[in-house]
Nanobody, 124 residues
Framework: QVQLVESGGGLVQAGGSLRLSCEASGRTLSTHIMGWFRQAPGKEREFVAVISQSGRSTNYADSVKGRFTISRDNAKNTLYLQMNILKPEDTAVYYC?????????????????WGQGTQVTVSS
């Protein structure tokens, strides 16, 4: 069983910052590619950021590049998403996910395990 538990969501004002955490069971973090996705009401789930097993490679959606930073602490089995200069359009439920061998690391359907999601709301 792979369990992913997210935390850190909340209500913030535009321009503020928030850090999301995702605690993973076992050795999931070191044996899987880890990603963050988000889904706003009435919209499809979209890719936000991804990090390799070693942490040496990262990639971001254009909409968050320069504002968000994905990182991992394998010793703590925890994935992070630091979100700065938040905008109202960042409002969504944010999910962490794990993939064993995705062909496309930006595609949600390539991921095998998902967290429960955490709500992020940014007021204008």
């Amino acid at each position: 069983q792979v369990q992913l538990v997210e935390s850190g969501g909340g209500l913030v004002q535009a321009g503020g910052s928030l850090r999301l955490s995702c605690e993973a069971s076992g050795r999931t973090l070191s044996t899987h590619i880890m990603g963050w996705f988000r889904q706003a009401p009435g919209k499809e789930r979209e890719f936000v950021a991804v990090i390799s097993q070693s942490g040496r490679s990262t990639n971001y959606a254009d909409s968050v590049k320069g504002r968000f930073t994905i990182s991992r602490d394998n010793a703590k089995n925890t994935l992070y998403l630091q979100m700065n200069i938040l905008k109202p359009e960042d409002t969504a439920v944010y999910y962490c996910a794990a993939a064993r061998n995705p062909r496309r690391d930006y595609a949600a359907n390539e991921y095998d395990y998902w967290g429960q999601g955490t709500q992020v709301t940014v007021s204008s």
